[in-house]
């Protein structure tokens, strides 16, 4: 195996140049992208059903609660 001689200077270069290669700007409309569609994800399946389940829960307990509280006149008490 051939040995190879390097200087301190060239190796800070090389080291320099990786360093602006790996440099993070780069990357972030990537990043971006994957925390959109994330995002997207979890509103249409985590969110939406949330406040469809919401809605639905009121649409079915309002009618009860107007039947407690005008026809059979309960009170709370506590």
Known sequence: MDKVYITKQEMYDGIEKEAKKLKSGANGPILTLLVFIWFIWALIFLA???????????????????????????????
């Open 48 to 78: 939406i059903p949330a406040f469809i389940s919401l809605v639905l829960l009121i649409v079915i307990y309002a009618p009860f609660y107007l039947v407690d509280q005008k026809i059979i006149k309960r009170r709370y008490n506590g």
